[in-house]
């Protein structure tokens, strides 16, 4: 019987990015334990060693289209070279998937998706979203300018032609199905854990943990206003926080908020688990997120979780006081409320960890990769 082939186009693997993470996960998991023939096509980071550990059995091709060449453009300026650079990938892609003759072709959605139903390499086509629909490109609904309004719903209308297109539509969560109701092609899977940390936390040490990339929508601002009302209260504890991308806006905010003692800002670590284990509740403060899979992860490490309700995947995974502590989206003092809750009552910190962990199994990459075959199989 021959190995099923799939290739994986996403822009690069260099970055420590939730993307990277997750993509490296279910390709080491196809390739080294359900026996695919596994390809992953970059456009950009020629010569650069991925940041998460990648199987010797994938095969890794780069286009070297570098679409980041964009960023030192402004926005008149982009426009030629991106042109440019699209018809390249277009040109290159269909070459090298004509090449590698693969059975399924999977798109993380970037830009790819604007021609990659049209290539006739041979291959099934699939789709793969990582954020939700409303902040997809960040196209959100209540931007008040009018003519990116009307960019916007443009750019939707022809987005969703493309993606009816494909044979297969994958969400993370139900809830964001629901938000695609113009296609009737749309299956949800979760992001997988990867394989379990045989580590855990005792809950018994004075540090509380976040991790996320340091940008915006991480709402790491809005954790470092809780802290201080918490550091008030128990100044014998400490809140890590752990990212990548620039972190000195935040180091700065820390002793602004007046918790540089307390708070301390961190760049992105590989054993963050090593992390969450030395850590005794973990704080997702997310404006909003496409899944949310490093809640699970700390979860897996046993540890409680405090979290915003926010859009999407808090809510999917947290049992509002059974494994966690949901707090309404953006509410800051009731955030360091619940955070103090957890520290002043030890035996509800325990009980939330030992529950926290059983629901992170239900994640587990073997539980979440059948799916995934699954979906292949059928198609």
Request: glycine share 6%.
């Amino acid at each position: 019987m021959v190995n099923k082939k799939i290739a994986y186009c996403t822009p690069s693997l260099y970055i420590a990015g939730g993307i990277e993470r997750v993509l490296t996960t279910k390709m080491n998991y196809l390739a080294d334990v359900a026996g695919y023939d596994v390809w992953v096509i970059l456009t950009d980071g020629k010569g650069k060693k991925p940041y998460f550990p990648l199987s010797d059995k994938i095969h890794v091709v780069n286009l070297d289209i570098n679409f980041e060449e964009l960023w030192h453009h402004g926005f008149v300026g982009k426009i030629p070279v991106y042109l440019k650079k699209q018809v390249s990938y277009r040109r290159k892609l269909k070459q090298a998937l004509v090449k590698i003759k693969p059975d399924i072709t999977v798109t993380t959605l970037r830009r790819e998706i604007n021609f990659i139903t049209s290539l006739n390499d041979g291959s099934k086509k699939v789709g793969e979203m990582h954020i939700n629909r409303s902040h997809y490109r960040n196209f959100e609904g209540n931007d008040s300018n009018a003519v990116k309004k009307v960019f916007a719903k443009v750019w939707m209308r022809n987005l969703l032609g493309k993606l009816k297109k494909l044979d297969r539509f994958v969400v993370l969560t139900d809830e964001d199905k629901n938000n695609w109701k113009e296609l009737d092609n749309v299956v949800a899977i979760p992001n997988p854990l990867n394989v379990p940390p045989s580590i855990e936390s005792t809950l018994h040490n004075k540090k509380v943990v976040a991790a996320g990339r340091y940008c915006h929508e991480k709402g790491f601002d809005l954790l470092l206003q809780a802290w201080a009302m918490v550091a008030k209260r128990h100044p014998d504890w400490k809140l890590e926080i752990y990212g990548g991308g620039n972190s000195d806006d935040y180091a700065r905010m820390a002793v602004e908020c007046g918790v540089g003692d307390s708070a301390s800002i961190n760049p992105a670590t590989n054993n963050i688990y090593e992390k969450f284990a030395d850590a005794s509740i973990f704080v997702l403060s997310s404006r909003f997120e496409g899944f949310g899979l490093v809640l699970i992860e700390a979860m897996a490490t046993k540890l409680p979780v405090v979290s915003f309700a926010c859009p999407y995947g808090p809510r999917a995974i947290v049992s509002d006081g059974e494994d966690g502590i949901l707090v309404d989206n953006g509410n800051v003092p009731l955030l360091a409320e619940k955070i103090c809750y957890l520290i002043e009552h030890e035996d509800e910190r325990l009980r939330m960890g030992e529950k926290a962990k059983q629901k992170a199994s239900h994640y587990r990459v073997d539980n979440i990769m059948c799916r995934w075959i699954d979906l292949f199989d059928g198609l």
